[in-house]
């Protein structure tokens, strides 16, 4: 099991940017492919970027893509979130996830992103 802390949420304007992080503890990290998803208030959890534990190679979901960016870095026990041109329809709780054989099986708290007009 790997424990996983998310941090970076906030409130910003329209357009704006953050960069979430998610400092991760417990097993090797470097073998865990590593996601982030979010949760809008009554809606479903969804998949919005994700990446490989062996090559780094990344999915993001259609409405992310060319604005979100999702790395890691195994020294550091961290995979980030780089979250550019926010929209109002980014507002959701993010949610830090690890997979060591395919599930999502550890998750964070989360942590609120609010995007304001």
């Known amino acids: 099991q790997v424990q996983l802390v998310e941090s970076g949420g906030g409130l910003v304007q329209a357009g704006g940017s953050l960069r979430l992080s998610c400092a991760a503890s417990g097993r090797t990290f470097s073998f865990y492919a590593m996601g982030w998803f979010r949760q809008a208030p009554g809606k479903g959890r969804t998949l919005v970027a994700q990446?490989?534990?062996?090559?780094?190679?990344?999915q993001y979901a259609d409405s992310v893509k060319g604005r979100f960016t999702i790395s890691r870095d195994n020294a550091a026990n961290t995979v980030y979130l780089q979250m550019n041109n926010l929209k109002l329809s980014d507002t959701a709780v993010y949610y830090c996830?690890?997979?060591?054989?395919?599930?999502?099986?550890?998750w964070g708290q989360g942590t609120q992103v609010t995007v304001s007009s």
């Open positions: 990446i490989s534990w062996s090559d780094g190679t990344t």
């Open positions: 996830a690890a997979a060591l054989r395919g599930d999502y099986d550890d």
